[in-house]
């Protein structure tokens, strides 16, 4: 931890500490690219268009943000009259999780969902801080080679599902800084979710 540590070691109070958190949290937001957001939501539409399948995957706090993406991916966005956003998070099944991460290790606890799931054109939305997280990299190595289109959420330098990504959502952060990270992939879940809803509204009242 650098900037946290730092802040917190400068604040004489929770208060204070709290001040800094929310500017930096701020500043992270202001630094990031949204013509990558925009990607991804076309990325999203078109998955819609053709009927293939966004597939979500992470570990601890991303594991439970990749469970409310593909929540808000698909069911707060469904209106009647317009194609699905068809979508799963493959953090959900325990027993598929705890068989294979027992019975062949943790690290290919999403390969092997992807191995029976994934279609060519479908979508794999890897959320991982640093990006090197075995388990997340060996199934974008997978998603990649069987023609998924790949989306990276990160932190800290990217990390290696960073370059392998069609697209890079990046948040640019000292290693070991976890916390803001997270609190803007949920951010990310949110702004896109809340777009492709009132884009679809606006595609049935015009």
Do not use: W
């Not at 439970?64 to 209106?79: I, K, P, Q, Y």
């Not at 969902?113 to 199934?139: F, R």
């Not at 697209?167 to 896109?192: C, K, M, N, R, S």
């Amino acid at each position: 931890m650098k900037n946290l540590t730092q802040m917190y070691q400068d604040s004489h109070t929770a208060s204070e500490f709290a001040e800094g958190y929310l500017r930096y949290l701020i500043d992270m937001l202001t630094g990031l690219t949204p013509s990558v957001i925009e990607k991804i939501i076309h990325q999203f539409e078109q998955a819609a268009q053709t009927g293939n399948m966004i597939f979500f995957i992470g570990n601890g706090g991303s594991a439970v943000t990749a469970s409310h993406f593909a929540s808000d991916m698909s069911l707060n966005t469904r209106m009647d009259g317009l194609p699905p956003i068809r979508t799963m998070s493959l953090v959900d099944n325990q027993a598929v999780l705890t068989c294979v991460a027992n019975d062949e290790g943790y690290e290919n606890i999403f390969v092997r969902q992807l191995e029976y799931l994934l279609h060519p054109g479908d979508v794999l939305v890897a959320l991982s801080v640093s990006g090197n997280s075995p388990n997340i990299v060996k199934a974008v190595e997978y998603a990649r080679e069987h023609g998924a289109v790949i989306i990276s959420c990160t932190g800290f330098s990217g990390g290696k599902i960073a370059t392998l990504a069609d697209i890079a959502f990046h948040v640019a952060t000292p290693d070991g800084e976890y916390g803001p990270v997270e609190d803007i992939f949920q951010v990310l879940d949110h702004l896109i979710y809340t777009y492709l809803r009132l884009s679809r509204i606006g595609k049935l009242t015009h």
